[in-house]
T-cell receptor, first 113, second 109 residues
């Protein structure tokens, strides 16, 4: 059982480049999330999707877009990367019916030069 | 918005020692979660607490849901090198979760 799978694991971009972080879960969960983790800042929510076809902004959405392609997949896109977006990004999915448990992927370490 | 505070921020302990950390909030929550993040990995759920006063164990880990419902505690007994990592508390909050800033644990051999 793979759980939550994120790709790529590492990425280096130049300022202004674009890229998409991919996330897929095989637990049939409705809700999926994108977080960024910065030193001393904890986990901050970028966007979330409560169900297929819906997305909502979190705490730090500026500079990002998301797509909930289907129930399994939730991608995060940086249209024009900035050094301030250097961070570790985590995708997560939540057990059904607003369950209490959140399952994380292994993360993407992104550096923007 | 909602905020969780964790203490200590970091700790260095000798292998074999016991560890205590806590998480506090100014608001009441009905569920408390404890996650561990190994270096280079995503957080993994360790323990979930659902009732005030509840004490739950998972191997050498024991967590307690505070009576006031504004805090929670995590204890690790007889620490080993693989306990190294960041420990986060979290609470469900509507569609989202609120996370504490984490306690970074280092275990010295």
């Amino acid at each position: 059982n793979a759980g939550v799978t994120q790709t790529p694991k590492f990425q280096v971009l130049k300022t202004g480049q674009s890229m998409t972080l991919q996330c897929a879960q095989d637990m049939n969960h409705n809700s999926m999330y994108w977080y960024r983790q910065d030193p001393g800042m904890g986990l901050r929510l970028i966007y979330y999707s409560a169900s297929e076809g819906t997305t909502d902004k979190g705490e730090v959405p500026n500079g990002y877009n998301v797509s909930r392609l289907n129930k399994r997949e939730f991608s995060l896109r940086l249209e024009s990367a900035a050094p301030s977006q250097t961070s570790v990004y985590f995708c997560a999915s939540r057990e059904p019916h607003l369950g209490t448990k959140l399952f994380f992927g292994s993360g993407t370490q992104l550096s923007v030069l | 918005g909602q905020q969780l505070n964790q203490s200590p921020q970091s700790m260095f302990i000798q292998e074999g020692e016991d560890v205590s950390m806590n998480c506090t909030s100014s608001s009441i929550f009905n569920t408390w979660l404890w996650y561990k993040q190994d270096p280079g990995e995503g957080p993994v759920l360790l323990i979930a607490l659902y009732k005030a006063g509840e004490l739950t164990s998972n191997g050498r880990l024991t967590a307690q849901f505070g009576i006031t419902r504004k805090d929670s505690f995590l204890n690790i007994s007889a620490s080993i090198p693989s306990d190294v990592g960041i420990y986060f508390c979290a609470v469900p909050y509507g569609q989202n979760f609120v996370f504490g800033p984490g306690t970074r644990l280092s275990v010295l051999p």
